[in-house]
């Protein structure tokens, strides 16, 4: 059984949560982890180009393929990650949905648990509505949504940090100082091992 984990990095913030949710799903007996990329545009890479943090990022996720149509169809369920882009998945994670029609049409997707994570900025810049907005074309997919209950540690604070009940989040800061604090990433584990252990029941 596989679950893939599909994902859009800039500056690393979302790969930490990628890979912690990957180490949540290997941690469910016979589920493995599929993680993919999603393809940079020709004109942000020209951005990065001369960014030397982004340049080690985008080094750093050069051995991760490409997420393709073949990928999203053969997993047994799907996370998918995103940075915020004033309150909205990025247009890079947007294309690759975007590319779904064939498999919308013969309903491929549909059946499948589906999990989102995302970073921000600033404590309120927009994880929650990108969270839900990410959530709406993977309905009419036909796919099935898992959040995080309150009853994963962690979840309830009062904080200026990241986890919500509609998938994994974390601050990443206006320079991209920050880095995810030790309960975004445990949730982003329990997001991913919650998908995996979902998917294992549908499939039995």
């Not at 975007?98 to 309903?107: E, V």
């Not at 998938?167 to 329990?190: F, H, K, N, Y």
């Amino acid at each position: 059984m596989k679950i893939l984990i599909v994902y859009y990095s800039m500056y690393g913030h979302v790969l930490q949560l990628a890979q912690a949710a990957a180490e949540g799903v290997n941690s469910v007996d016979g589920v493995e982890t599929v993680l993919r990329r999603v393809e940079e545009f020709v004109m942000v890479n020209r951005v990065i180009d001369g960014n030397e943090f982004a340049s080690q990022i985008r080094e750093k996720q050069r051995d991760i393929p490409f997420c393709s149509l073949d990928d999203l169809r053969e997993a047994d369920g799907i996370l998918f990650g995103s940075p915020t882009r004033y309150g909205n998945m990025a247009a890079q994670m947007k294309q690759v949905i975007d590319s779904t029609a064939g498999l919308w049409l013969k309903g491929e997707l549909e059946g499948k648990p589906a999990g989102v994570f995302t970073s921000t900025a600033s404590t309120h810049g927009g994880q929650e509505t990108t969270l839900l907005t990410m959530m709406a074309p993977l309905l009419h997919l036909g796919m099935i949504i898992v959040g995080v209950p309150y009853s994963v540690p962690g979840m309830l604070h009062t904080e200026g940090r990241g986890g919500t009940p509609y998938g994994a989040s974390t601050v990443a800061g206006a320079r991209g100082e920050l880095i995810p604090t030790g309960e975004d990433l445990e949730i982003a584990r329990a997001q991913g091992r919650r998908v995996a252990e979902i998917a294992k029941k549908l499939r039995g």
